[in-house]
């Protein structure tokens, strides 16, 4: 008997809306290409994960069978509770005041943090403001739930006041201010720019915020702090959620990936109570809870102070690279290139003017033959931008490539940059 079977499987507006990761296919080369030498890759610095620090704080965790099975069993949805409180008296240190750990969920990474609070939301056709250009990954999962995303436009410090009113504005003169739901904000060396905001910045964002909450629905901040513990010059700036003193509109994020293990996939979130109801539902319909194990493993590393020697190698390893990395291209490339040079975080954001480095784009191919990829600013600017979208910038990152690949990925690129300032 023939089948008559179709192929056509009826996937959900959802799935159908969900496409592969701008930037998969640039990860895809470099494993399928052992001689590229990758820029673009966000991973951290691999040489720097503390296996020793991990591995003593899983000893601990299972020295006893009690506690060790606790830790194979299943968990709470929010998280386990004395990981909560030991997040919430770190936030107290670093400035935040009376922080609720009935308040805080401990996710998947940073990642499922922004994910399952957007799910809570954004309906189709809804609104969300971003910096422009912003993280990109997180650009997919707002067009996976239909967001209609608009970019505000930045300077080193960010999103810009004036951008932000602008935007609006225009959406009050457009009728469409109802739709608005979130306004995604990195603080501190954002993905993929680099840029810091000053504690005056995050005041007046947060100013304009709370004006406009007088004139139109609430919406949610999110107050994205992913790269803070990888601050490389100075102290960090206060966290803007700290002028959210009864923690009634902030929703403030980060993560343990980037200082300590991404493969412990931990990150957290504090945000008014009613949010951390929202979000937790739509949590438990994913996961339950984060892993219990893991969960542990991460609570005893704080309780050792482990996270902090693993944060301060991270720091003094990425200082050398950043360093090497912005004086690779200050010798290599054409005197022209402008650098944004990072206080933190993985990313050194370039303009190399007039020359359209899109993938696709003749630059872009020469580099690849090159055998070098780097991150071009196309997937990272918004469709709606508002100015014209660049196309001469991108980002280079220096988490995992080690120091001399780096700086030789560099030249390479120093030398195609320079013959198409010439004309290409
Ligand atoms: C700006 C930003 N936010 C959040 C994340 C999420 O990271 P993770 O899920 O590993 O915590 C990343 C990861 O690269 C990021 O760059």
């Known amino acids: 008997m023939s089948s008559t079977a179709t192929t056509a499987f009826p996937f959900s507006q959802k799935a159908q809306r969900t496409g592969d990761s701008p930037i998969a296919w640039l990860m895809r080369k470099t494993i399928e290409d052992p001689e590229i030498l990758s820029l673009a890759a966000g991973f951290v610095d691999t040489g720097t994960l503390p296996n020793d620090l991990v591995e003593a704080a899983v000893h601990k965790v299972f020295a006893e069978a009690g506690p060790g099975r606790d830790a194979l069993q299943y968990g709470t949805t929010p998280g386990y509770l004395p990981l909560r409180q030991t997040v919430a008296s770190r936030l107290e240190e670093q400035g935040l005041s009376n922080v609720d750990p009935d308040c805080i969920a401990i996710t998947n990474g940073g990642q499922q943090g922004l994910y399952t609070v957007t799910e ?5 056709g809804d609104i969300v403001l971003v910096e422009d250009p912003t993280y990109f990954v997180y650009m997919d999962v707002l067009k996976s739930v239909g967001a209609r ?3 505000v436009s930045t300077d080193e410090e960010g999103m810009t006041p004036e951008g932000l009113r602008d935007r609006l504005r225009e959406l009050h003169e457009s009728g469409q201010r109802g739709r608005l739901r979130i306004l995604y904000l990195m603080s501190y060396y954002s993905n993929p720019k680099g840029s810091n905001m000053s504690a005056r910045r995050r005041r007046e964002l947060y100013d304009i915020y709370l ?12 107050e994205d702090a992913c790269y803070r513990d990888l601050t490389l010059e100075g102290e960090p700036e206060p966290y803007m959620k700290e002028f959210d003193k009864g923690n009634e509109h902030i929703f403030a994020t980060g993560t343990f990936s980037k200082a300590l293990a991404p493969g412990l996939r931990l990150g957290w979130s504090y945000m008014p109570p009613e949010v951390h109801t929202a979000l937790c539902r739509q ?3 994913q996961d339950f809870g984060s892993s219990n194990m893991n969960q542990r493993i991460l609570l005893e590393m704080l309780r050792m102070g482990s996270y902090e020697t693993a944060a301060a190698r991270f720091r003094e390893r990425y200082r050398v690279k950043r360093d090497a990395l912005v004086q690779a291209l200050r010798d290599h490339w054409p005197a022209e290139t402008e650098i944004l040079h990072p206080k933190g975080g993985l990313y050194v954001w370039v303009r190399l003017p007039g020359v359209d480095n899109d993938p696709g784009s003749p630059f872009f191919n020469a580099v690849l033959e090159e055998k070098v990829l780097y991150v071009p600013g196309y997937y990272c600017f918004c469709e709606e931008t508002q100015e014209p979208k660049p196309k001469d910038q991108m980002r280079l990152c220096y988490g995992v490539i080690d120091l001399e690949p780096m700086t030789e990925a560099v030249r390479r690129m120093g030398r195609v940059a320079a013959q198409f300032l010439k004309g290409g």
Request: glycine share 8%.
């Open 283 to 285: 949590k438990a319909n």
């Open 211 to 222: 004006e406009e909450i007088t004139k139109g629905p609430i919406f949610l901040p999110i």
């Open 149 to 151: 995303v608009l970019g």
């Open 120 to 124: 809570a939301f954004v309906d189709p």
